[in-house]
């Protein structure tokens, strides 16, 4: 009986093709990994053609990127809150964010308005300033810019001016600043300067060219709120903004 099931057992074996310990069941994953493939591509294949056949029907809006001129499309309801704007990137040629220790998310971690920075290394001496855009998390636009000798209240000045300028008119908004010297200045002191011939009590106006300008494009834009926000404790467009100011370190 003993010699009858070795000879059944091999008899199997040699029937099936397979060796009898299967406990490596090597045979069966290219199978899998080529059923996975397939799938992979008929889901993508659907998806092109589920957006596309969106497109031809005109339910959502596409624009074409500039960079790698593919077809992309954004939420209706960003479009709405910004008319007349166009993006110019889709997401995947947009420049990715390096996330540090210090941009760890917040739970009041705005993710909406307009990021500005300055600063120069060392104060005074060479700086820049940065300024992002974004909208639930998206950037929409980003600049960034050096002036060989300046002052740190300066460049925070500079990147306010330049700021308010990505944001298109009649668009409500909250440009955000961590410095609080520059937003006071904005907000509760320039105008009383302006009555008394850009002069202060005690003296001149430090910076009052920069002063000026900031206080005029923010007294005509008054859809615009500006804020103040605390630097280096995770908020996330704060440490881009300030990456932005500091590139012309690495350039």
Known sequence: ?????????????ADSGQPENTGGRTGSWPLLAVGCQLLSVCSYEDHRSRRSDRYSRGLMPNFTCQTCSAE????QHVLDRYPGWAPKQCRDCKPV???TA???????????????DGGCVPNPGPGGWGAVYVVDGEILSESHGHDPDTTNNRMELMAL???AKMIPEGTALTVYSDSNLAVRTINEWAAGWEARGWKRKTGPVENVDLVRRA?????????????????????????????LANRWREE
Request: aromatic share 12%.
């Open 161 to 163: 001016i330049e700021g």
């Open 102 to 116: 210090s941009m760890r998310p917040m739970s009041d971690d705005p993710q909406t308005g307009v990021f500005t």
């Open 97 to 99: 964010k390096k996330v």
């Open 215 to 243: 206080y005029t494009v923010y007294r005509k834009r008054p859809e615009l709120e500006l804020k103040w926000i605390k630097a280096h404790v995770g908020y996330t467009w704060n440490e881009y903004a300030d990456g």
């Open 72 to 75: 992309f499309s954004l939420p």
């Open 1 to 13: 009986d003993s010699g009858q099931r070795t000879a059944d057992s091999g008899q199997r074996t």
